[in-house]
C-alpha cells in the first residue's frame, strides 16, 4: 500500500515539474510571436498554435494536479456539517462522481476522440500536428484524476482511526 | 426538452451540494442529461470533444498571463508600491486607509486581471495596517473583498475575455475600454461608503508623509504606473493583442520584481510557476466543462426558450433589464464567476440584442452583476479568499460587508439604466 502511495506521490511531482516547465515554455512562445511581429514583416503563425496546444496540455494536466490537491472551488457548507457516517457517505459519493466523471468523459470520450482524429488524419492548420496527439492530454488528465482518487480512497482507510489531516 | 432542463439543473444543484468540485459537477450534469438522448459513446466523446475546444483559443490564453504577473506584481514589491502611491494621495482623508485600500485594489486591477489576485496582494498589506491603525478586522476585510472587484471592470480584465468568447467575439479591447468608467464608479461608491463609516466610528487620518518622502514615493511607483500604458496602451493602439499583452506584462513583472525591485530571486520561481499553473487550471477546467454545458444548452434550443418566455412577459426594457439583474445576482450568489459568463450570456444575449441593448452595455451590467455576486456566501471566491487573509469568519464579514453591497447596488443601477457610462469611452476612442 505505501509503496503505490509513494508512486502516486512522485507521479505527481513529475506532472509538477512538467507543468512548470510547459508554462516557461508558454511564456517565452508568446513573447518571442511579439518579437517576430515587430522584427519581421510576417509574424510567425506556428508560435499562436503551440500556444494554443499547451495551454490544453496545461490545463487538463493541471486540473488533475489542482484535483490532488483539493484546489477546485466547491460548496462544502454541507458537507462541514455532516459527521461520522453520513460524513464517509458523502465524501466517497464525492471521490464516485470524479472517479466516474475522469473515466467516461477523460478517459473513454478522450480516448475515442484522439483515436477518430487520427483515423481521419486530422492536422493541425500550421504545424501540421496531428490533432489525436493534442488531445491525448484528456485521457492522460483522466489517468491521473483516478489515480489521485484512489490516493484519497486509500488515505481515507488507513487514516479512518485517526483523526483526519486537512 | 423540459425534462432535459429538470435533469440538468437537479443533478448540478445536488452534486454541488455534496461539495463535488463545481467544474466537475456541470460536466457531470452534463453527461447525465445527454444520456437520456444520446448512446453513451457518442455522448462522452462529444462532451470530450466540446471541453477541448472550449478551452482551445488565442484569447483565453491572456488568462494564464495576467495570473502570473498577478503573482510576480503581489509577491515582488509592485502592489506594495501602488499602496504607497495611493497613501501619498488619500492617505490625509478622513478615513484614509480605507481609501488607499480601495484605491490600491483599483490601481491593481488595472495591471492585473482578477480580483482573487487584488485580494490577496492588497489585502495581505493593507488588512493588517488598517488593523494596526485602530480599523476593525472585519471592516478591513469587506472593503477589501469589495474594492478588489473592481479589478474585474477596469482593464485588464480576465473576465471581460471570457466575456468577448462568450459572446461571440465582442472586441475585447473595446470591453476593455468600457469597464473604465463603470469600475471607477464602483471604486467611487465604495469610497464615499468608506468615508461615512469611518467618521462615524472616528477612524483615524493617516499619518502625515513629509514631502521629499512623498515624492520619493510617487517616483518610487512610476516604474510600476508604467505597466497600465504598456499593457492597455498597446492593446488599444494595436500594437499587441490581449494574450501578447499578458506575456509583456509577465516579462515586465518580471524584470521589475527582479532586477529593479529585487524583492523576487530565481529560487521564488518555481513556487510562484506553481501556483500560477494551479490558479489557470482551474480555471481552464470550468473554461471547458462549462463551454460543454453551454453546447449542450444550445443543442437543446434553451436559450430560445427562455429568450421568449422572458420577452413574452413583457416588452418594457427597464423591466427586462431589471428582471435580468435579478437573474445574474442569483447565479452570482450560487455559481462561480466563469462558469456564470460562459453560460449565461448564450442565454441572455439574444434578448438584449432584440431590446437593442449593445453588447458593452450588457458585458458591464453582466460582470457587475456578478462581481456582487463573488463578494457573498454560499459561493463567492473573492470573499473566501479575503477571509482566510484577513484571518476572520464569513459570517462576522457580512455586517460590514452590508453597507457596500449597498454601495456596489448604487453603481449597478446606474450602470444599468446609462448605458453611456460603459459605452462612452469605447465610442469616443473609436472602438466602439
Not at chain 1, 510576417?42 to 494536479?65: K, M
Request: glycine share 8%.
Amino acid at each position: 500500500m505505501s509503496t503505490t502511495l509513494r508512486t502516486i506521490g512522485q507521479v505527481d511531482r513529475a506532472i509538477q515539474i512538467l507543468l512548470c516547465l510547459l508554462m516557461v515554455f508558454l511564456v517565452i512562445d508568446v513573447s518571442w510571436q511579439v518579437v517576430t511581429r515587430f522584427i519581421l514583416p510576417e509574424p510567425s503563425s506556428y508560435t499562436e498554435e503551440i500556444a494554443r496546444f499547451l495551454l490544453i496540455w496545461i490545463g487538463l494536466l493541471g486540473a488533475a494536479h489542482a484535483y490532488r490537491s483539493r484546489m477546485h472551488l466547491g460548496i462544502d457548507i454541507i458537507s462541514e456539517k455532516l459527521q461520522g457516517r453520513s460524513k464517509t457517505t458523502a465524501t466517497l459519493f464525492v471521490y464516485l462522481v470524479c472517479a466516474v466523471f475522469a473515466i467516461a468523459v477523460l478517459i473513454i470520450g478522450g480516448l475515442n476522440l484522439v483515436l477518430l482524429t487520427l483515423e481521419l488524419k486530422q492536422a493541425s492548420a500550421s504545424l501540421g500536428v496531428r490533432m489525436g496527439l493534442v488531445y491525448l492530454c484528456l485521457p492522460l488528465s483522466g489517468l491521473l484524476i483516478v489515480l489521485y482518487t484512489l490516493e484519497m480512497v486509500i488515505n481515507h482507510y488507513s487514516n479512518k482511526n485517526h483523526p483526519r489531516g486537512r | 426538452m423540459d425534462i432535459s432542463v429538470l435533469v440538468l439543473v437537479i443533478t448540478f444543484v445536488v452534486l454541488l451540494l455534496v461539495n463535488v468540485p463545481i467544474a466537475i459537477a456541470i460536466a457531470a450534469a452534463t453527461l447525465v442529461t445527454m444520456l437520456l438522448t444520446v448512446d453513451a459513446l457518442p455522448a462522452v466523446t462529444t462532451i470530450a470533444q466540446r471541453m477541448s475546444a472550449g478551452m482551445d483559443s488565442f484569447a483565453l490564453l491572456a488568462i494564464p498571463f495576467f495570473i502570473l504577473s498577478g503573482y510576480l506584481m503581489g509577491q515582488g514589491g509592485i502592489a506594495k508600491r501602488l499602496i504607497e502611491f495611493a497613501r501619498v494621495i488619500v492617505g490625509r482623508l478622513p478615513g484614509g486607509l480605507a481609501f488607499v485600500n480601495v484605491i490600491a485594489c483599483a490601481l491593481f486591477g488595472s495591471i492585473s486581471g482578477s480580483a482573487v489576485a487584488a485580494t490577496s496582494a492588497i489585502g495581505g498589506f493593507m488588512i493588517p495596517a488598517m488593523e494596526k491603525e485602530g480599523y476593525d478586522r472585519e471592516f478591513s476585510t469587506a472593503v477589501t473583498v469589495t474594492a478588489s472587484t473592481t479589478g474585474l471592470l477596469i482593464p485588464p480584465s480576465n473576465i471581460l475575455i471570457i466575456f468577448s468568447l462568450a459572446s461571440g467575439g465582442v472586441s475585447i479591447a473595446a470591453l476593455f475600454i468600457a469597464g473604465y468608467l463603470p469600475g471607477l464608479l464602483v471604486a467611487g461608491s465604495l469610497m464615499i461608503v468608506c468615508g461615512i463609516y469611518a467618521k462615524k466610528r472616528g477612524y483615524p487620518v493617516g499619518e502625515k508623509i513629509p514631502l521629499s518622502e512623498a515624492l520619493s514615493k510617487m517616483l518610487g511607483a512610476i516604474p510600476s504606473l508604467f505597466l497600465i500604458f504598456l499593457v492597455i496602451g498597446g492593446i488599444i493602439g494595436g500594437y499587441f493583442t490581449p494574450t501578447e499583452a499578458g506575456a509583456i506584462a509577465v516579462l515586465y513583472s518580471l524584470l521589475l520584481s527582479m532586477c529593479l525591485y529585487r524583492e523576487i530571486k530565481p529560487r521564488d520561481l518555481p513556487d510562484i510557476l506553481q501556483k500560477s499553473v494551479t490558479t489557470t487550471s482551474i480555471v481552464m477546467l470550468l473554461i471547458g466543462a462549462s463551454a460543454a454545458m453551454s453546447w449542450l444548452l444550445s443543442y437543446e434550443n434553451i436559450p430560445q426558450m427562455i429568450s421568449a418566455s422572458i420577452l413574452g412577459l413583457t416588452n418594457e426594457k427597464i423591466l427586462i433589464l431589471l428582471l435580468v439583474n435579478l437573474i445574474l445576482l442569483a447565479v452570482g450568489t450560487f455559481m462561480d464567476m466563469t462558469p456564470a459568463v460562459l453560460i449565461f450570456t448564450p442565454i441572455l444575449m439574444p434578448i438584449m440584442d432584440s431590446l437593442g441593448i449593445s453588447p458593452l452595455h450588457f458585458g458591464i451590467i453582466m460582470i457587475l452583476n456578478l462581481s456582487i455576486g463573488l463578494c457573498t456566501p454560499p459561493v463567492g471566491s473573492v470573499l473566501f479568499v479575503g477571509c482566510s487573509i484577513g484571518k476572520t469568519r464569513i459570517t462576522s464579514v457580512i455586517k460590514p460587508l452590508m453597507p457596500l453591497y449597498f454601495a456596489m447596488f448604487g453603481a449597478l443601477a446606474l450602470v444599468t439604466a446609462f448605458p453611456s457610462i460603459s459605452e462612452a469611452l469605447p465610442r469616443a476612442l473609436g472602438l466602439y
